[in-house]
C-alpha cells in the first residue's frame, strides 16, 4: 500500500461521505441504509432486520439502488433496534421485523418516510426526524465515537473514506518518533481507563528506555460493571484503535502489539478480528507499511473472566498466560513491562482519539474539555434513565446536562438528586 | 471462590485427543501459550476436568501446578460440565439494579439448581456472569448464544420453555 493508493479508495467511496451527509449520490446506489449492529441493538434482533431489508429490497427489485450496513452503536440503545436512511436522515427507532416490508415498499420505493416509526422526542412527544436533531444528540461532541454508527466497521474501506489511516501515513511520512510524542503531550490526552494519566508522557518514558524489543497493548478488559464505551468502540470503529496502535509503536519503537479483549464481548473479538486480518491484506499492518521500512502487528488474547486483569500489570501477566495477579510497580511497564520488555499500555477510548488528533492538530483537540483535561469522554448511560445508551461530551460537561438534556432525564418525572 | 471438583466421571473420546494434540500443536511454541490452549481444551470438552488437565500438563510440559492454578484463576474455566443448556444470568450493577437478582431466583426455582450447578438430568446449567455491557436492556441473561434483555420473572418460564 502506498499513500497514493489510499488516497484512490478514499476517492472510491467518496459516497460514504457524501450520501450520510446528505447529499445526492452520484454512483447510482441513492439510499444508504444504515442499521445498529452493536451488542444492544443485535440483542434486539437487528441482524434478522437487515436481513429481511435485504431480501425485500431484492423483492422490490432495488437491491441495486439501496446499500444496506449493518454499523456500530449509534449511543441510543433504549430506543433500538435503530435504523436511519440516507441522504434524507430519517431516523427510525424501535424497529421491528415486521416493520421491514412497509419501510421498503413506502420509504424506499415510493418516498414517504413511515411516520409511526420516525422517533418521537420523550419530551415534547413530537416526531424529529433527523438524528442530529434530537435531544440525544444536540448536546453531544462526537471524536472516540466519531465513526460508531457511521460507517460498516467490517469493511476497510468505509473507514478510509473517513480519512482512515491517513494519520498513520502523515506520522511515517512526515513526523519524526519524538514528533509523534510531543504532538501526544502538547494535546493534553489523558488516559481514558480511569487514571487519566498524561498518555504523551507515558509513550516519552517508553520511547526512552533502551530494548530491542518493545510492546504497544490496548486494555480492552473493560470489566467495570455498566461500562461499554470501549465494547462499542470495538465493534463500531476497530479501524481506529488498530492505527492509533500502530502510530504508538512508531512513537516508541515497537514492532508489535496485543489487544487484551474480554471474552464477553463475542461481537467486538470478531470484528476486530476482522479488521486486522484486513489491514493485513491491505498492507496496513505487517512489513514495511506504506514503504517506509516500518514493521507493525498485531495479536488478539482473550479474558477469561478475570476482574482484576483491567489493572495493567495483571493484565500483562495474563498475556503471558499466568494467573492473573498484579505485580509491583515499580518497575513500570514503560520498563519492564510485557515478557520483561518496555511496554505501553493505554485504554481503547484513549487510542481511538490519536488518529484525529494527529490529522486535525493539537489546537483543534485543546479547545475542547477544560484547562487541565482536554477533549472529550464517553459515558455510558444505565440504569434509572430515559435514554439508556452511549454518550460523548466535552470533558467539564456537568452531570445533570448528561443525566437531564442528553439522557432525557429519570423516567416517571423523578427528580435527579445526587450522584 | 473455591472451585468444586466435579463427581461426574469423565469421559473424554480419541476424538477429542486429538483436537488437543492439534490445539497444543497450534500454540505450543507460543509465549504465553496455556492460557490459549485451556481456552480451546474447554470449547473440545465442554469443560476442563483433571484429567484433561493431567493431558496438558503431560503434553506441554508445564507442570500440573500451574495449569491448575491458571483453570482455578479465570471464572470462565469451569472444572464442572455444563448442562447442554448453558444459561447465565448477570448481576453487574446494571443489571442488579434492574432486578436481576429475583429474574436468577425465579430460574434456580424452576430449574431446581443453585447458581454454579447443573440440572440432575444434565440439560440446564446455571451461572453468574460478570457485566456483559447490555446495560441498556438490563436486566440481561444469556442462554448458549442467544441474547434476552428487559427480563422479568414473570417471563422467565416462557424462555426457558424454549429450550
Known sequence: MKLSELAAIKAKMESVVSVRSGEEATDGVRKHVLICGGTGCTSSNSVTISETMKAELEKAGIADEVKVVLTGCFGLCALGPIMIVYPEGVFYSAVKVEDVPEIVKNHLVNGEVVTRLVYKDEITGEHVHSLMETRFYKSQKRVALRNCGAIDPEDIEEYIAKDGYAALGKVLTEMTPQGVIDTMKESGLRGRGGGGFPTGNKWQFAANSVSDKKYVVCNADEGDPGAFMDRSILEGDPHAVIEAMAIAG????????????????????????????????????????????????????????????????????????????????????????????????????????VPQIILKGVEWFTSMGTERSKGTKVFALGGKITNTGLVEVPMGTTLRTVIEEIGGGIPGGKKFKAA | MKKKMTTVTFTGTPEQEQKLDAIIAKYGKDEGAIMRILQDAQEVYGYLPIEVQKMISIK????????????????????????????????????????????????????????????????????????????????????????????????????????
Do not use: H, W
Not at chain 1, 335 to 345: R, Y
Not at chain 2, 85 to 95: E, H, Q
Not at chain 2, 154 to 161: G, I, P, S, Y
Open chain 1, 250 to 353: 512508531y512513537a516508541i519503537g515497537a514492532d508489535e502489539g496485543y489487544v487484551y479483549v474480554r471474552a464477553e464481548y463475542p461481537i467486538a473479538v470478531r470484528r476486530l478480528q476482522k479488521a486486522i486480518d484486513q489491514a493485513r491484506e491491505y498492507g496496513l499492518l505487517g512489513k514495511d507499511i506504506f514503504g517506509t521500512g516500518f514493521n507493525f502487528d498485531l495479536n488478539i488474547r482473550l479474558g477469561a473472566g478475570a476482574f482484576v486483569c483491567g489493572e495493567e500489570t495483571a493484565l500483562l501477566t495474563s498475556i503471558e498466560g499466568k494467573r492473573g495477579e498484579p505485580r509491583p510497580r515499580p518497575p513500570f511497564p514503560a520498563v519492564k513491562g510485557l515478557f520483561g520488555q518496555p511496554t505501553i499500555i493505554n485504554n481503547v477510548e484513549t487510542y481511538a482519539n
Open chain 2, 60 to 163: 506441554t510440559g508445564v507442570p500440573l501446578a500451574e495449569i491448575y492454578g491458571v483453570a482455578t484463576f479465570y471464572s470462565q474455566f469451569s472444572l464442572n460440565p455444563k448442562g447442554k443448556v448453558a444459561i447465565s444470568v448477570c448481576l453487574g450493577t446494571a443489571c442488579y439494579v434492574k432486578g436481576s437478582g429475583p429474574v436468577m431466583e425465579k430460574i434456580c426455582e424452576l430449574l431446581g439448581v443453585q447458581p454454579g450447578e447443573t440440572s440432575a438430568d444434565g440439560k440446564f446449567s446455571v451461572d453468574a456472569t460478570r457485566c456483559l455491557g447490555a446495560c441498556g436492556l438490563a436486566p440481561v441473561i444469556t442462554i448458549n448464544e442467544d441474547v434476552y434483555g428487559k427480563l422479568q420473572p414473570k417471563d422467565v418460564a416462557d424462555v426457558l420453555a424454549k429450550y
